[in-house]
């Protein structure tokens, strides 16, 4: 049984051939929930108890942990789409992305920036790039502002759920470095600002999911 969150993937094994008959119990007492499992094996009782106290869980021998990690990057090659619209803020995020990259050992010859109109045209692009088989990240990046009309909650709304469903179809982690920003000082807040750079942020996440997938997803 596998359980995702965000880059680490839990794995779980049980040792019986077959699914118990199982019971709840609950009971709570100074904060501590008692949840037990009975199941009968070969006419044997056995019982699985799962204990939680706090937020803190037991770990076994049997969890593995699969992390993408940001000092692995040989031969990793990253797309990065970008949005012309409002490009005072999407270049200053760009460059906080390639900054990173650096950082971290990205080669520049392993990174291809790609121009589109607005943030609503990037989805279709990044579906492109990802279905490519070149690269094992896409990030994408946009400035999107609140304006007086409805036209902002359109263009944000489709922007990020086709992100997501880039990285759906494709196979290849999509990125989501879009800003969504009530006015333009918050957008250059984030853009390097005293907020810092979400373009940054971003490729961290790109490095780190195309990490995942190459050593550990494949």
Not at 55 to 80: D, P, W
Not at 141 to 158: E, F, L, M, P, Q
Not at 200 to 217: D, G, K, N, R
Request: glycine share 10%; charged share 20%; hydrophobic share 40%.
């Amino acid at each position: 049984m596998a359980l995702s969150f965000g880059s680490v993937v839990h794995r779980h094994s049980l040792s019986s051939s077959r699914f118990p008959r199982v019971v709840p119990s609950l009971s709570g007492s100074n904060g501590r929930t008692h949840v037990s499992f009975s199941s009968s094996v070969r006419g044997s009782p056995s019982s699985l108890a799962l204990e939680r106290k706090g937020s803190s869980f037991a770990q076994t021998a049997a969890v593995r942990h699969l992390i993408g990690h940001l000092n692995k990057t040989e031969g990793l090659r990253f797309a990065v789409v970008v949005a012309r619209f409002n490009e005072v803020v999407t270049k200053l995020l760009l460059e906080g992305a390639l900054e990173t990259f650096k950082r971290y050992s990205v080669r520049e010859e392993d990174i291809d920036v790609v121009w589109v109109p607005g943030s609503f045209e990037i989805p279709v692009v990044a579906t492109k790039l990802g279905k490519s088989g070149k690269y094992q990240a896409v990030l994408c990046i946009g400035a999107v502002v609140r304006g007086d009309t409805t036209h902002y909650d359109a263009v944000a709304n489709s922007a990020a759920s086709g992100v997501l469903s880039a990285g759906l179809n494709s196979g290849v982690p999509c990125i989501f470095g879009v800003l969504t920003c009530d006015d333009m000082d918050q957008a250059i807040n984030r853009a390097g600002g005293k907020s810092g750079n979400k373009g940054a942020e971003a490729a961290l996440t790109a490095i780190e999911m195309a990490s995942l997938f190459v050593h550990h997803l494949q």
